[in-house]
């Protein structure tokens, strides 16, 4: 495999990232296209690249690339002709065992000609790392990852919502006229309401398929969470206590992708947090329990992280790890109550739904300049770097924060840097 190849594939935005891994396969695999459905992106599981291989105005469908599923194994790959687009193509499809379900990958090829492994297996590597590399921008929450998502959320969710109940409605018309006993020619009428029935059950099968790839249950996202502060905690020593939902808070109810995701990010990095920047010494009060709870509102997830610690805990703390970065996009808040000698408790609340209307920039009140340091202020860099970058002195950088925190309305840097990577200046 050219590692070449595979950083371009890796480096390239999100939207482009299909578009790179066609041409970095199509010297190996020649193909016409191919399409990819992961739940590696919360509102994008389906993606689709190059020409249809059906008629003009043919698409893959999500449920041909399901009805492929079966066929692969997990970690694996397949030959042979399948149904995509409404005709018979040769295809190679590959499965990456780092998500479940597994994450697929369908090229259309132009020949029916078996693939040696030779040529396979570098492409089931390539296929693996961009899965991996989706999937740590997914499960951390990165600020400009959850924010594409949830601009495509509210967009995405309107236009699933219509398009369901125009398909919906259409094709229940059609079953009424055609079950009307009036209606001449019996056998045209009982074609008619078999092709509807298919349509409805096919219509049924996709939006359960969305569903299952872009929701997942509070109280299994709960318990995978849970998992990964075990291995957190475990070789340190420290409890874990679980405020495990049940029914009352909410555990089989559905909640998105990005919504699980922030959440999990957040309480990581508030134990993270709790565990190592509260500056007691080897010998001085330190965290031995740890609680964490999820409890989904009408409105709201609202999740809760409390240690026994030394009550040292700042809000600094979780800015540095940009947990606000992540929250911003999502309309969610963090707090954090400190107690000297007592512990800390943060509690991180999320809205379970895009916002109603779309919010206007808020850069847009920002001067040139201003922009300037603020894309430099959500990489992280120190006001000595940015005057060093920009060529102007340490206190004109300070006078240029001091106005855009005036300008957005925040009164941090991790505030700032969230709305940065919200409305894309970083």
């Known amino acids: 495999m050219d590692l070449m190849a595979a950083v371009d594939v890796i480096r390239a935005p999100l939207i482009e990232s299909l578009p790179r891994l066609s041409a970095a396969l199509a010297g190996a695999i020649p193909h016409q296209g191919l399409a990819d459905l992961s739940a590696t992106c919360p509102y994008a599981p389906f993606k689709v690249h190059g020409r249809s291989p059906g008629e003009p ?65 570098p492409a089931q590597a390539l296929w693996d790392l961009l899965i991996a590399h989706r999937e740590g921008l997914r499960t951390e929450a990165i600020p400009g990852h959850v924010s594409a998502s949830r601009a495509a959320a509210a967009a995405r969710t309107v236009t699933v919502s219509e398009l369901g109940d125009s398909h919906g409605a259409a094709l229940t018309a059609l079953l009424g006229v055609l079950r009307d006993r009036d209606l001449d020619d019996t056998g045209a009428r009982a074609r008619a309401v078999d092709l ?63 919504v699980v995701n922030a959440a999990s990010a957040a309480v990581r ?46 809000r600094k703390s979780l800015d540095a790890r940009r947990v606000i970065e992540r929250l911003t996009p999502l309309g969610g808040r963090f707090e954090v109550d400190a107690v000297p000698e007592w512990g800390t408790t943060v509690t991180v609340e999320i809205p379970l739904t895009p916002p109603d209307a779309p919010r206007e920039d ?32 340490e206190s004109t950088v300070k006078f240029h924060v001091a106005k855009i925190f005036d300008k957005l309305g925040v009164s941090s840097r991790g505030e700032a840097a969230a709305l940065a990577h919200q409305w894309g200046a970083a």
Not at 69 to 80: D, E, F, K, M, T
Not at 288 to 306: C, D, E, N, Q
Not at 374 to 389: T, V
Request: glycine share 10%.
């Open 57 to 121: 105005g043919s698409a893959i469908t999500t449920a041909e690339m399901a009805g492929l599923r079966p066929l692969v194994p997990a970690g694996g790959s397949w030959q042979g002709r399948a149904r995509l687009a409404g005709v018979e193509v040769p295809v190679l499809a590959l499965a990456s065992p780092l998500t479940e379900p597994a994450a697929l990958l369908v090229l259309v090829r132009t020949d029916d000609t078996p693939l040696p492994e030779e040529r396979v297996a």
């Open 196 to 258: 509807a029935v298919t349509a409805l059950a096919e219509l049924r099968s996709q939006a359960e398929l969305d569903q299952t790839l872009v929701e997942e249950r509070a109280g299994n996202a709960f318990e995978r969470l849970a998992d990964s502060l075990r291995r957190i905690l475990r070789p340190r020593g420290v409890r874990l206590d679980l405020g495990t939902p049940g029914a009352e808070e909410g555990a089989d109810r559905l909640l998105a992708g990005d």
């Open 269 to 314: 990095a508030a134990v993270h947090a709790s565990l190592e920047d509260q500056g007691h010494g080897p010998d001085g009060p330190r965290v031995s329990r740890i609680h964490v709870g999820w409890k989904m509102g009408a409105t709201a997830l609202r999740t809760t992280v409390r240690d026994d610690g030394p009550g040292t805990l700042s």
């Open 362 to 393: 808020p850069l847009t009140e920002l001067r040139a300049r201003e922009l300037e340091v603020l894309r430099a202020l959500a990489l992280g860099k120190r006001n000595r770097d940015i005057a060093q970058e920009l060529h102007i002195s």
